[in-house]
């Protein structure tokens, strides 16, 4: 930076971070040179102010910078990585901010419906693996077109509904990091409220949990209900590391009926 006199100033700061924010204690110095005119007694060095760093994710943020002297402009400016550190990644997605050992887990859960298409229902899946995040938003029985996605009031994407054997399907895929066919997942929906919306009207809601543990379906719908009850089983098979072959297998137990799928990913046509 600057002082007020126009002279380039260097800033130091050290400070604690909570979550995705950085509030640091600043420093300049004064004094220093370059070769054998260095001497460290000459060195002094004195508070300059704070700054405040957020990170929108693993390769992007803003810092706010509040100098003490007020003859000296406060403001923000983004800043972007220029290093990353040896055998680390970075996918842009959340993925990226959690480490290799963060724990494993998913949580999948039903959608409410708000009574405009009674026959609709909905399922949010957020799946986690060391190195790897996904989550999908899936909606059936609604009116065939496009439905926008909110995640916590902002969109996130569209839904393509389409009519299939026995009604409509729409889903909507999002990973970190991503592959081909699906969007990168760089913001994290547990705890937020996850809407299925065309323009004004909401059709689908729910408040996508925090645990890892799948909570059951809401209540009410068709009759007839398996006798082993409702549930979601989801099996998943990959080789060791994030690429390669993938076959994933999910049962899942309604109030009104049973569905089984096997999925294959990159594997040869």
């Known amino acids: 930076t600057y002082d007020n006199a126009g002279n380039p100033t260097w800033v130091s700061a050290m400070g604690p971070v909570t979550g995705d924010v950085a509030v640091l204690n600043a420093w300049s110095t004064r004094g220093g040179a370059f070769g054998n005119s260095f001497d460290p007694a000459n060195v ?31 403001g923000s400016m983004p800043i972007t990585r220029l290093t990353i550190p040896y055998n680390s990644s970075c996918s842009g997605g959340i993925s990226g901010d959690s480490g290799a050992t963060s724990g494993s887990g ?33 909606a059936e029985d609604l009116p065939a077109g496009a439905y926008a996605l909110f995640v916590d009031g902002i969109q996130r994407g569209t839904i393509a509904v389409a009519t299939v054997a026995g009604g409509t399907n729409g889903e909507l895929e999002f990973r970190s990091p991503v592959e ?8 994290d929906p547990r705890g937020k409220v996850v809407q299925i919306r065309q323009g004004a009207s909401v059709f689908l809601s729910a408040t996508l949990g925090t645990a890892a ?7 009410g719908g068709g009759s007839g209900s398996p006798p082993f009850g ?12 994030n690429d390669g072959p993938e076959l994933k297998a999910r049962l899942e137990q309604r109030v009104n009926r049973v569905d089984f799928n096997v999925e294959l990913e990159d594997v040869p046509a």
């Open 230 to 241: 409702d549930a979601v089983y989801h099996l998943s098979v990959e080789p060791s590391g």
């Open 44 to 74: 002094q060095t004195q508070a300059w102010g704070t700054l405040t760093v957020r990170f929108s994710s693993c390769t992007q943020g803003t810092v706010q910078f509040n100098p003490g002297n007020p003859a000296l402009a406060s």
């Open 180 to 187: 081909p066919g699906k969007v990168l997942l760089d913001f």
């Open 213 to 219: 543990a799948p909570p059951p379906p809401p209540t």
């Open 106 to 138: 998913e949580i999948v859960q039903f959608m409410t419906n708000t009574g405009l298409v009674p026959a609709a229902s909905g399922k949010l899946k957020f799946e986690e693996l060391p190195g790897r995040a996904e989550f999908s938003a899936e």
